[in-house]
DNA sequence: CAGGCGGCTGAGACGCCGCTGAGAGCGAGA
DNA sequence: TCTCGCTCTCAGCGGCGTCTCAGCCGCCTG
């Protein structure tokens, strides 16, 4: 189970790296594209994590030139929301499977047993939590089975939690990830779209999967309230 | 499991030569389509891989000539995302399944084991949704057993969108693969092109098939509406 | 017990998104 | 050359979604 993990910002790069370590794996790490050449061809892989975004070399670019030098180790691609590829599905560069940043520490572990388990690739699935389900392809959520019908901000600030969901998450992070990043107004918005949220998926099924921790942000319930 | 291999650019041929070997298969390989006819037509192959943009004879044309020569061996091609025959689904040009450059090495061995298995591309040949039915092939739709003529332009957008049934699709990505990729015009001919689909498919039925979800795009139903 | 702060809430203004009809431009065919 | 069909542009509109605001509630602290 040996990893070859390609990131270049040194705190996830950490925090990843220990996780990973303690979920079994043998990690080895590299923080730009030529390093992450060099060791690519120099040693067998079970799978790789490339960041798209890396100094120098881009990780497209290491990706093109490792199939070009006949490396074929699966490739599990990072993606940032905004970054350049920002719309291009990973896929269309070759990779074997993709996350977009911010991602749950635990898909990112299944994906990988994946990609070393049945050498394919896997599509991106569902968030669930408890009853709670959203398809990020097809843009859906349901509690219970029924379907829910989200307004595009609405569903973005669920996708956000969705994907932290037992994690606390601040006002301030939401805003960074979910709105536009040169959004300059007023935490409350942030507010009154929970209040939406609730309404359309707590209030009418007598749960609570939204939880406010006082002082520190929200909190998406992992088994759905 | 012998594959002929299609490939001019020598670099890209030889890796995916050694990883197919690798993979269990018995390669052989010829870099134009001179060669690609006399060696298809003389032996018997189980799957031939064929690069599109080849010196002399084009890939279209070696996969017309087999065709013509009572040659049925199953065919994957590779197509260039940017090349002569950008947009064009490979389908339509006869192959039983494609690959667009730069591949996953995973997926085209996934695919050429399901060609030679199940004798058949993986995609199945008629695209339908409830009672709507699409024809790559011959570039038809009907619904409800009716035909319905469509222009090129609403028939592009039509087959883009029931091979993403069920899923929202952004007017950016519909803009990236049904036009032309260097259009630089507004999102709205989109919208234009919507209506036009809804005059022919869904009134005169009294359907919906094409939703509009706010903000995000247009889904086409699953069931046809 | 009082004050302050963080979060909640309802109402409402504004602007953007998508829809639509008309028509200009263009190429193919008569 | 004229006609026809297809593609795309444009501008007006209606309405939904987004965000602001001000007042209120309740928790925490002193």
Avoid at 42 to 63: C, N, Q, T
Avoid at 95 to 102: C, F, G, M, S, V
């Amino acid at each position: 189970m040996r990893v070859l993990m390609v990131e270049d910002e040194v705190r996830l790069a950490e925090t990843v790296r220990r996780g990973l370590t303690d979920a079994g794996f043998v990690v080895e790490m590299v923080h730009n594209g030529e390093d992450a050449l060099w060791a690519a061809t120099e040693h067998a892989y079970d799978v790789i994590v490339l960041d798209i975004m890396l100094p120098k070399v881009s990780g497209y670019k290491v990706l093109e030139q490792l199939r070009a030098r006949g490396v074929w180790t699966p490739v599990l691609m990072l993606t940032a929301k905004d970054g350049e590829y920002d719309q291009t599905d990973a896929f269309d560069l070759g990779a074997d499977d993709y996350l977009t940043k911010p991602f749950s520490f635990l898909i990112l572990v299944a994906r990988l047993r994946a990609l070393i388990r049945r050498g394919g690739p896997e599509r991106p699935v569902v968030l669930t939590a408890g009853d709670l389900v959203l398809d990020p392809a097809r843009k859906r959520v349901q509690r219970a089975g029924q379907e829910i019908l989200l307004t595009p901000r609405e569903y973005g600030l669920l996708e956000y939690l969705m994907r932290h969901r037992g994690d606390v998450v601040s006002k301030a992070d939401i805003l960074d990830n979910v709105w536009d990043p040169a959004f300059e107004g007023d935490d409350n918005v942030v507010e009154v779209y929970i209040r939406y949220l609730r309404r359309k998926l707590d209030t009418p099924f007598d749960r609570q999967a939204l939880e406010t921790v006082r002082g520190m942000g929200y909190r998406l319930d992992e088994d759905g309230g």
